[in-house]
């Protein structure tokens, strides 16, 4: 068994979250714990394995979850990749501006 520190950090890579979250962007991340609609979330998609990616939270499906970006004109979310295993639930955001993201 591996041991994980309960929280981590990510960074944001693209314009999918845009205006919440923006390309730079330097995110606290709790591992596990209980995630609801409308949450931003880190996770994996089933269908491109290792790649991370930052959404919200849309609804739970086929025991995973469908998330979708804030910027409506990027479908690179659950409309083009399906349902995703959600790795932890974004806490905030500490660069450039902290804020509580949620």
């Not at 995110?27 to 990616?53: K, M, T, Y």
């Not at 998330?67 to 990027?74: A, S, T």
């Amino acid at each position: 068994m591996r041991w994980q520190l309960p929280l981590f950090t990510a960074l944001v890579h693209g314009p999918s979250m845009v205006p919440t979250l923006r390309s730079g962007d330097a995110l606290i991340v709790r591992r596990g714990g209980r995630v609801r609609s409308g949450d931003v979330v880190v996770a994996e998609f089933r269908s491109r394995p290792g790649l991370l990616v930052v959404k919200r939270a849309a609804e739970p499906r086929d025991g995973g979850w469908w998330l979708i970006g804030d910027n409506e004109f990027v479908t690179d979310d659950s409309r083009a990749h399906g349902v995703a295993d959600v790795i932890g639930r974004v806490i905030f955001r500490y660069y450039p501006r902290p804020f509580r993201v949620g």
